[in-house]
């Protein structure tokens, strides 16, 4: 199962630009098929309901892994947090439940019989499924980098020199945290585009919480570090310091 999951966020891109094409293609059934075709209609639907069902039962079946793990990516000098094999399931599934909201909206239009409900529900999921797919796509990863840490958001990004950061920081957050809170000893060194409500919580909802927690820790006690970040053979030396920390979440000394 966690090769199908390792396959589905590899191949993100294909998998949503998929879901898309059908999620945008399934309303068009009933200006195609007309009054006249009423079993095409209700085979599709119904295919549509089953894919449905069955991708909500393998999501629920598959969860999300937080491996301790970074994806080394050596052309840009980064180690990246992985994607997130729950958050392009999550896409596909809003998309095609947008598409389904938005079909049974256009029947009503096709029997000249609309309610408001069947205009605002559509509107409502389509909107959940859109920010979803932006999430999915661009995946929103967090960056280790040799000049410090960058991250996006669906309304702007964040990036923090190793300079802004505290010694000593961060402390381990609980296990499986969402977001890991960064302590600035230079916050005027942080810079933000866009709309960031919260430049100081990191993003690590694909990661295991500890383990970006003390690879951080690690490179603001070792600058001497820093410069080999996104390097295969870096990678693997930090790896097997890591290993060697106690598992146990007392923060840093």
């Known amino acids: 199962m966690s090769a199908f999951q390792a396959a589905v966020v590899r191949q993100r891109r294909t998998v949503l630009a998929i879901a898309l094409a059908v999620s945008v293609g399934y309303p068009l059934v009933p200006w195609f098929a007309g009054s006249g075709h009423k079993i095409v209609d209700v085979l599709v639907f119904g295919l549509l309901v089953g894919f449905l069902i069955l991708l909500a039962l393998l999501g629920y079946a598959l969860p999300d892994e937080r491996p301790a793990v970074f994806v080394v990516r050596p052309e840009v000098s980064s180690f990246n947090t992985p994607p997130s094999f729950i958050a392009v399931w999550g896409a596909v599934v809003l998309a095609l439940a947008a598409s389904a909201q938005i079909s049974s909206g256009v029947r009503p239009i096709w029997a000249h019989n609309l ?11 389509s909107a959940l499924a859109g920010r979803q ?18 991250w996006r958001t669906l309304a702007g990004s964040v990036r923090v020199p190793w300079e802004a950061l505290a010694p000593g920081y961060p402390q381990r957050p609980a296990l499986y945290a969402d977001t890991l809170t960064l302590t600035y000893a230079r916050p005027d060194l942080v810079r933000r585009r866009g709309l960031v409500l919260r430049p100081r919580r990191l993003p690590i909802k694909t990661v295991d919480a500890w383990f970006i927690s003390d690879a951080i820790w690690y490179y603001l006690a070792h600058p001497e570090h820093r410069a080999a970040i996104g390097a295969e053979a870096e990678y693997r030396r930090l790896l097997d310091v890591l290993r060697d920390k106690p598992a146990n979440p007392a923060p840093h000394a």
């Open 115 to 125: 309610r408001p409900l069947d205009a605002v529900l559509p509107v409502l999921v």
């Open 133 to 150: 797919m932006v999430l999915a796509w661009c995946g929103f990863l967090v960056h280790l980098r040799p000049e410090g840490l960058w």
